[in-house]
């Protein structure tokens, strides 16, 4: 049984270097990420508090909920928000031999670069310098090989992992809780990992008010990831 703890460890981020796992500054600043959409009625709850607040996330899509609700995905443009690449279909790292794995992102990667094309808005991960880059990935479950990682990177993406897991998606863990993860191991410069999925839904949809609320009123602002180094 792996037990993965709701603040990543600096030992393991210690361990993968090349993998993104906050950024490192003293600026009041945090990264909202939501995996696993777009998901109708809860991404679009979700854009709406997010607007609430006047804040910026990154939004990991899975490629095959993209094509089913194009319209939600271009919503997420329209906000202002980043785009990352969350496989095409959920698949686990671990369990998928590197050469599959590598064309699941693939085909994410064309579904969201054709819906980019598609718009009349430029998401901030789009790149007005030639071809249109989707550069962002987050391994679905946080589960990736070392050669997987390794090819990624060698193709020019940056794996963005996370600093607060909220574990929003467990049904064993109250909407008190969730929110405690965020609010007691938050701080400048943490990544955070919500889900804009059925299954988060009960644990994300209580949380996310009251952790832009309780951030803001300290003075923090909420930032997409498209101008890492």
Same mark, same amino acid.
């Given at each position: ?8 460890? #600096?030992?393991? !981020?210690?361990?993968?270097?090349? $993998?993104?796992? *906050? &950024?490192?500054?003293? =600026? ?63 698949? #686990?790292?671990? !369990?998928?031999?590197?050469?599959? $794995?590598?064309? *699941? &992102?693939?085909?994410? =990667? ?120």
């Amino acid at each position: 049984m792996v037990l993965v703890p709701v603040k990543t460890p #600096k030992v393991v !981020k210690s361990l993968f270097p090349n $993998y993104v796992w *906050n &950024i490192d500054t003293s =600026e009041k600043i945090i990264y909202l990420t939501f995996d696993d959409g777009p998901t109708p009625e809860i991404t679009e709850w979700t854009l709406d508090i997010l607007k609430r607040y006047n804040a910026k996330a990154t939004f990991f899509c899975i490629g095959a909920n993209v094509e089913k609700y194009p319209s939600i995905f271009q919503q997420v443009l329209n906000d202002g928000h980043a785009i990352g690449n969350h496989t095409q279909h959920h698949i #686990k790292g671990w !369990k998928t031999k590197a050469k599959e $794995y590598l064309k *699941n &992102i693939e085909l994410c =990667e064309a579904v969201l670069k054709s819906q980019i094309t598609n718009s009349d808005v430029k998401a901030p991960i789009t790149k007005a310098i030639g071809t249109l880059t989707v550069n962002l990935f987050r391994p679905p479950y946080g589960k990736i090989t070392s050669s997987q990682g390794k090819s990624l990177i060698e193709l020019g993406y940056k794996i963005i992992m996370w600093d607060v897991l909220p574990f929003d998606w467990k049904e064993n863990v109250s909407p008190d809780e969730c929110l405690n993860n965020v609010i007691s191991k938050t701080k400048e410069g943490s990544i955070i990992v919500f889900h804009d999925s059925v299954k988060a839904s009960r644990n994300m949809q209580y949380a996310l008010p009251k952790v832009l609320e309780c951030f803001s009123e300290k003075g923090y602002r909420f930032e997409v990831l498209d101008t890492i180094n």
